[in-house]
């Protein structure tokens, strides 16, 4: 493991490339199937995003079971095993006829596979591997989650209407092996397995004190059992679950709310590409901020920013005018470079790195299971009204309400100054 570039940036670029394959087949995709094959099976918009549902309640029992074992066993046997099921399961869609078959592979089998690749695991490995530079680290892999929407939707959606929906599962199920398993292969657990430190720092560096917030983090951290007994932990649940409610909800339904206002499909693809590319090209741009200043100001002004672009967009959906639309998408994404870099940063800060896969992990269940009924509701909203407008305002004041919880979330104190408090205490 001894190379001049520190294994850690190497594994920046493997983190980009999962949560790429990752999000894109769990979020970016799925829209553009959605009308296609609503149409040819007989569906409801609510039969057919109910798999979302499903999903995220897969992926909060999942993420409980992974999180640990990412501290643990390290990433690469859990990757490898999620490209398999991902691959396999993506080329089965293709086979679809009924909705419980549906309701199974995108649900069930798709969404284990993409956990097994995604947020968690890369992020969980990341934190360990930096300290100084988080931030930046993780800011730079997450412009791999909108780089699918810069790529796979218009991907997905020309693949769809070229030579029809089931062909194109099946591409992509075989682009998501070549791409995986290689990548895969390159994911390493911490460096200190290797006689490596965080940052890359040198032994003298070390001597000087510079891996001092390093060192400060991992006497404070917290195992699960501890964090699970702070107010924080549950203020950071509910706050994040209330922000990524709106990429949850505007990935599987941009393409059929703007097709239905007016819009072409090519139109409303380039809507999801419109907003995928400030999310990536800012996201260096938050993490750089992160590392110099306190990341709760930050995460609390890009949960608020997405909310009023959210409001931004209904309007001017409304108005049926096509630049406000596209502005409107690219302050969304501006809001969205902010989430999944700052929301890491805030976990590891707030609880350490040693323990962090099981503390985020344990955390899933109850985030998750805001984003499980949003796309249902949302689509059942839209079933019975005929109108996504309602149903979106709810999610961007969500958004907003978001942003002051995580202002106001107070951090804990150092585990062990905790424990040493409490057997003070006189029974």
Not at 261 to 271: E, I, K
Request: proline share 5%; aromatic share 12%; net charge neutral.
């Amino acid at each position: 493991m001894n190379t001049r570039i520190y294994y850690g940036y190497w594994l920046v670029g493997v983190a980009f490339l999962a949560q790429f394959v990752a999000v894109g087949m769990y979020s970016y995709v799925l829209g553009s199937f959605m009308t296609p094959m609503i149409d040819e099976l007989g569906w409801s918009r609510a039969d057919f995003t109910l798999t979302r549902t499903i999903s995220q309640l897969v992926m909060a029992f999942a993420g409980v079971f992974i999180g640990a074992r990412v501290d643990r066993i390290g990433g690469r046997p859990i990757m490898l095993l999620g490209t398999t099921v991902l691959a396999i399961t993506l080329a089965l869609h293709s086979l679809v006829e009924s909705l419980w078959v549906w309701w199974l592979l995108n649900g069930v089998l798709l969404t284990v596979g993409c956990a097994m690749l995604g947020n968690l695991v890369v992020n969980v490995t990341l934190s360990k591997w930096f300290v100084l530079n988080r931030g930046k680290a993780i800011a730079w892999a997450a412009m791999g989650v909108s780089f699918g929407g810069v790529v796979l939707t218009p991907l997905a959606t020309w693949l769809v209407d070229t030579i029809g929906w089931r062909p194109a599962w099946v591409w992509l199920g075989a682009g998501t092996a070549l791409l995986m398993y290689p990548v895969a292969l390159l994911m390493r657990r911490a460096p200190e397995d290797h006689g490596l430190h965080p940052d890359g720092l040198s032994a003298a560096q070390i001597a000087d004190g510079a891996n001092e917030r390093a060192r400060a983090e991992d006497e404070g951290a917290y195992t699960r059992g501890e964090a699970l007994r702070t107010v924080s932990f549950y203020a950071l649940v509910v706050a994040f679950g209330l922000f990524t409610i709106n990429i949850v909800v505007l990935l599987l339904h941009t393409v059929p709310y703007l097709t239905d206002s007016g819009l072409t499909r090519n139109q409303a693809a380039l809507a999801m590409l419109i907003a995928s590319i400030p999310a990536m090209v800012s996201k260096p741009v938050w993490g750089y901020l992160i590392d110099r200043s306190p990341a709760k100001p930050l995460a609390a002004i890009s949960a608020s920013v997405t909310g009023l672009a959210l409001v931004l967009i209904v309007f001017a959906v409304q108005a049926e005018q096509l630049f406000w639309i596209y502005l409107a998408y690219v302050i969304l994404g501006l809001g969205w470079g902010g989430m999944i870099p700052m929301q890491e940063v805030i976990w590891a800060s707030f609880f350490g790195r040693r323990h962090i896969g099981a503390i985020r992990g344990a955390g899933l269940p109850v985030a998750l299971a805001f984003g499980a009924v949003a796309p249902w509701l949302v689509s059942y909203y839209h079933d019975l009204h005929a109108t996504y407008d309602g149903a979106l305002l709810v999610v961007a004041t969500l958004n907003i309400l978001s942003g002051v919880l995580i202002f106001l979330v107070p951090p804990p104190r150092p585990a062990r100054v905790a424990q040493r408090e409490r057997a003070d205490i006189p029974s």
